[in-house]
């Protein structure tokens, strides 16, 4: 989850003298970002700043990170506007600008971290990618893509598929990059019912996996809720599910067996509570899942903007302490 952000002192210095395009497109910012957590709290794993959706402004949608969020300007929705994206250079590391700026910051994290920290890189995954371009901006509920997948279903695949393809590529010079393991955010996949999930989001995420599986690589699946799906996510072949809060850690394990990565899940909003609640909080699902080597203790989304910073000191103390 993210790690970055609002909440640390540090992160808005360096936003006060960047834009936020420049603190994910300069290496150097870039890294100096990745590093602030790491530095303050002694995570096991650092994870590259950088954007799920600068991938799509390189397949020449426009985009602008608004106080709100992101907006694209002009959003796609026919097969013509699909077909008329171009292919991104993945490659392109001029600074300020290309989508390679990511690799760039992957090696120099894989440099200056220490061995046994991993460096984490990671990429929107294509049905959350569109669902983005064909919205502009993104409202809670995704009620233009989800129409659109019954108005147009073809050049949603069509779109689709062109996305499964560059990412599967992205996340692959990624890893070449020095990244440890790579993790797909499927966000936006919760909002589909179990049938829609199994014709626009399985099948990709399968493609993108399928093609890292090939090398080995440990990958991770996030979708934000995710409970109506867990029979199917198993079969995208991720390595490890990441599991958002509204459901438990335990069940989960034990539907799935002891062998399946399990990340997760503590509800970030809990960070808004005293200190001693985070602690007895953090403690319970941390009990909850005494012994299991395949766990990885994490928060069930990314952490808000306003979130005291003793409450997460008060959470990794927890966790580092807890034996
Ligand atoms: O952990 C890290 O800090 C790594 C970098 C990272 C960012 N975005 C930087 C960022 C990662 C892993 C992401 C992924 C991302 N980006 C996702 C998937 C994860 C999730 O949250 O479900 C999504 C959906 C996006 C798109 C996005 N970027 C949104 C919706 C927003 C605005 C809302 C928000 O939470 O701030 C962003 C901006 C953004 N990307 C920020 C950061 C640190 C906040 C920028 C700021 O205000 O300083």
């Known amino acids: 989850m993210r790690q970055a952000g609002r909440y640390l002192p540090e992160y ?9 395009v420049e603190m994910c ?19 096991d794993a650092a994870i590259v700043f950088y954007d799920i959706l600068y991938i799509l402004e390189s397949m020449g949608a426009p985009l602008e990170f608004q106080p709100n969020g992101p ?6 929705s026919t097969a013509k506007e699909i077909r008329a994206l171009n292919d991104p250079d993945l490659f392109d590391e001029t ?13 120099e994290l894989r440099r200056v971290v220490p061995a046994d920290t991993a460096v984490l890189g990671f990429a929107g995954a294509p049905f959350t990618l569109a669902a983005y371009l064909v919205e502009g901006s993104f409202g809670r509920s995704g009620e233009r893509i989800r129409r659109l997948l019954h108005q147009d279903p073809a050049a949603v695949h069509l779109l689709l598929e062109r996305l499964a393809d560059v990412t599967a590529d992205y996340l692959s010079a990624q890893l070449d990059a020095g990244a440890s393991a790579v993790q797909l955010f499927d966000t936006w996949a919760g909002l589909l019912g179990p049938e829609e999930f199994r014709e626009f989001s399985l099948p990709y995420l399968k493609t993108v996996f399928t093609r890292l599986a090939e090398r080995d690589a440990l990958t991770v699946l996030y979708i934000n809720g995710s409970a109506h799906l867990l029979d199917d996510l198993i079969a995208t072949g991720a390595r490890v599910l990441s599991l958002d809060w509204r459901q438990s850690m335990a069940s989960a394990r034990k539907r799935f067996g002891p062998d399946l990565g399990l990340q997760g899940n503590l509800d970030p909003a809990t960070l808004f509570a005293p200190p001693d609640e985070v602690r007895r909080r953090t403690l319970a699902l941390l009990e909850s899942m005494r012994g299991d080597s395949a766990f990885v203790f994490n928060l069930g989304h990314g952490i808000h903007r306003e979130t005291p910073v003793e409450a997460v000191a008060a959470l990794v103390e927890t966790v580092q302490g807890f034996s």
């Open 25 to 43: 497109t300069q290496p150097e910012v870039a890294v100096e970002v990745s590093l602030q957590p790491l530095k303050r709290f002694g995570f």
């Open 95 to 107: 600074p300020g600008k290309g989508t390679g700026a990511i690799l760039a910051s992957l090696r």
């Open 12 to 20: 808005q210095e360096i936003k006060s003298r960047h834009t936020f």
């Open 71 to 76: 907006v694209f300007h002009r959003p796609v």
